[in-house]
């Protein structure tokens, strides 16, 4: 079945440490993002990816990292350097034109304790 | 970046009763999406309006277009159970060089009392 997956649903890691969040789709889709979600704050964006081995900064990029090496692949590294990172992570594709509208995976929520 | 604004923010209503809901932007949008997001799920494209004024169904869900671009509105009649959930529009923007994000609204949440 196509569809964008990501992995794993929960993660918990120590404070200081990097950690990457996996997301993949078989959708054939150029553009991929990486939103975060809190609480009443809706979805704000993190990075996106039009095409491979190119990115962009989002709303709130400070403190995260991610590589486009293939069209199927946008992982996310949450780094040390972000001050809070507990939050629900949703990485989701579309065709990257100005109509398309975007699927989600199932998201992951990473608690840092 | 461009901001879109929801509201109300949360809705309790009675099954069976209608629902509206409604996005509004001080910039043009050419697309509004509507998404729907189940409790510790990712959300899931309800309805895409393309152009203004346009109206569109998807099951007991209607969606409009405003005219001025810089509205939608969302509509859910005879409200079930499983209607609970928040309720996110959604618009791409510009980031130049042909290169667009989706920029969402904060959500309305629904919760619908048997």
């Known amino acids: 079945d196509g569809g964008i997956t990501q992995s794993p649903k929960y993660l918990f890691r120590k404070e200081g440490q990097n950690v990457t969040l996996s997301c993949e789709q078989n959708?054939?889709?150029?553009?991929m993002y990486w939103y975060r979600q809190d609480p009443g704050q809706g979805l704000r964006l993190i990075y996106y990816?039009?095409?491979?081995?190119?990115?962009q900064k989002g709303d709130i990029a400070e403190g995260y990292s991610v590589s486009r090496e293939k069209k199927e692949s946008f992982p996310l590294t949450v780094t040390s350097a972000q001050k809070n990172p507990t939050a629900f992570y949703l990485c989701?594709?579309?065709?990257?034109?100005?109509?398309?509208?975007?699927?989600f995976g199932q998201g992951t929520r990473l608690t840092v304790v | 970046g461009q901001q879109l604004n929801q509201s109300p923010q949360s809705m309790f209503i009675q099954e069976g009763e209608d629902v509206s809901m409604n996005c509004t932007s001080s910039?043009?949008?050419?697309?509004w999406l509507w998404y729907k997001q189940e409790p510790g799920e990712g959300p899931v494209l309800l309805i895409a309006?393309?152009?203004?004024?346009e109206l569109t169904s998807n099951g007991r869900l209607t969606a409009q277009f405003g005219i001025t671009r810089k509205d939608s509105f969302l509509n859910i009649s005879a409200s079930i159970p499983s209607d609970v959930g928040i309720y996110f529009c959604?618009?791409?923007?510009?980031?130049?060089?042909?290169?667009?994000?989706?920029?969402f609204g904060k959500g309305t949440k629904l919760s619908v009392i048997p």
């Open positions: 989701a594709s579309n065709l990257g034109t100005g109509g398309a509208g975007a699927f």
């Open positions: 959708l054939n889709h150029d553009a």
């Open positions: 990816s039009q095409i491979v081995n190119d990115f």
């Open positions: 910039s043009i949008f050419n697309t």
């Open positions: 309006l393309y152009k203004a004024g």
């Open positions: 959604a618009g791409p923007t510009d980031s130049g060089a042909g290169s667009y994000q989706l920029t």
